[in-house]
C-alpha cells in the first residue's frame, strides 16, 4: 500500500500490510473475540516459547470500518536500553455499514477485522531496528532476511544532520507527514537517505525577532519552521557536498518563502 507517514526509521511510505477478516454467521464476536485474536497475532510474530517476556497492549482507536477500534502494540527494547511501544496492527469489530455494504445482515452477521504491518512484525521478529534495512541492496543484508533468525547488525554508517529553516504559509502546512511526503518525492531514487525528518519548532511571523522576520522576507499569518533531516546511507559514507546538495533538494521542495537558503553552492 501507499500513504503518507512520518519518516523515521519505524516508517516508510510504501508498507506492505495483511489484512485479516473473521466473519460469522451464528453467535457474537465481541471484546473477548477481539481481545483472543490480538493475542494469537502477537503469539504468531512473537511466539512465547522464543520470546518469554514479550508485552503487548491494546489502547483505543477509531476507524472507518470497525466499531471499539483498538491499535495493537508491542514494547521492544532500544539500543540505549530504553523500551517504547511499537504499533503492529489496527483491529475492531466489522462495522455494521461494511457488513450491509457486503449484503450481510447486522442482524445476523458479526466479523473481526485486523490490518497488520508485515514490515513491522518482521522487524519485531528479527530485532531490526531500521526499518529501511528491509529494502537494503546490501548482500549482507539481504542474506539474513530469508529467514527468521534474530538480526545481526553489520557495518552502521555515520548519520549526517542538517537543520532546515522554512517559511511555510501556515502551521496547518508544518506537518511532518505531508512535509516527508514532499521530501520523499523530491528525493526520488535518494529518499532512503533520508532516515529521520522532524519538526522541531515552529513559530508565528508575531513571535520572531524583527530581524528575521526582514531577513525572510515573512508575511504575517506564515510560520517559521526549524526542521531537522538525518541522512544515513545504508551502504556508504555521505560527503558533505552530497549531505547538503540532499538538503538543499529537500529545501526547495517545502519552502515556500520568497528568500531561498541554499548551502550546497
Known amino acids: 500500500m501507499y500513504r503518507r507517514d512520518a519518516i523515521d526509521r519505524t516508517h516508510v511510505g510504501a508498507p506492505h500490510q495483511v489484512d485479516l477478516w473473521r466473519i460469522k454467521s451464528r453467535g457474537l464476536l465481541g471484546a473477548a473475540e477481539l481481545h483472543t485474536m490480538m493475542a494469537a497475532v502477537v503469539e504468531a510474530v512473537l511466539p512465547a516459547e522464543e520470546y518469554p517476556d514479550v508485552r503487548w497492549r491494546a489502547t ?3 476507524h472507518s470500518y470497525t ?3 483498538r491499535q495493537l502494540d508491542v514494547q521492544i527494547a532500544l539500543p540505549d536500553g530504553r523500551r517504547e511501544w511499537l504499533e503492529l496492527a489496527e483491529c475492531g469489530l466489522v462495522a455494521a455499514p461494511i457488513l450491509r455494504g457486503s449484503g450481510l445482515d447486522p442482524r445476523r452477521w458479526a466479523g473481526l477485522a485486523l490490518g497488520m504491518g508485515l514490515d513491522r512484525a518482521l522487524m519485531l521478529r528479527k530485532g531490526i531496528g531500521d ?3 528491509l529494502r537494503s541492496q ?3 543484508v539481504q542474506a539474513q532476511l ?3 533468525q534474530p538480526y545481526r547488525p553489520v557495518s552502521v554508517m555515520p548519520e549526517v544532520r542538517r537543520d532546515l529553516s522554512l517559511v511555510l504559509a501556515n502551521a496547518a502546512d508544518a506537518d511532518a507527514e505531508w512535509l516527508g511526503d514532499l521530501a520523499r518525492s523530491a ?3 535518494d529518499a532512503d537517505v533520508l532516515a529521520t525528518l522532524e519538526v522541531k519548532a515552529v513559530t508565528p511571523t508575531a513571535e520572531l525577532p524583527p530581524a528575521a522576520v526582514e531577513r525572510l522576507r515573512m508575511a504575517p499569518g506564515e510560520v517559521n519552521v526549524l526542521l531537522r ?3 544515513q546511507p545504508l551502504d556508504r559514507t555521505l560527503t558533505d557536498q552530497e549531505a547538503n546538495g540532499l538538503r538543499d533538494r529537500v529545501y526547495l ?3 515556500q518563502g520568497l528568500v531561498p537558503e541554499l548551502i550546497a553552492g
Request: glycine letters at 12%.
Open 146 to 148: 530469508l529467514d527468521l
Open 253 to 255: 521542495a517545502l519552502h
Open 187 to 189: 528525493l526520488g531514487g
Open 138 to 140: 546490501s548482500p549482507e
Open 131 to 133: 526499518i529501511r534495512l
Open 60 to 62: 483505543p482507536s477509531k
Open 67 to 69: 466499531a471499539a477500534g
Open 229 to 231: 533531516l538525518v541522512l
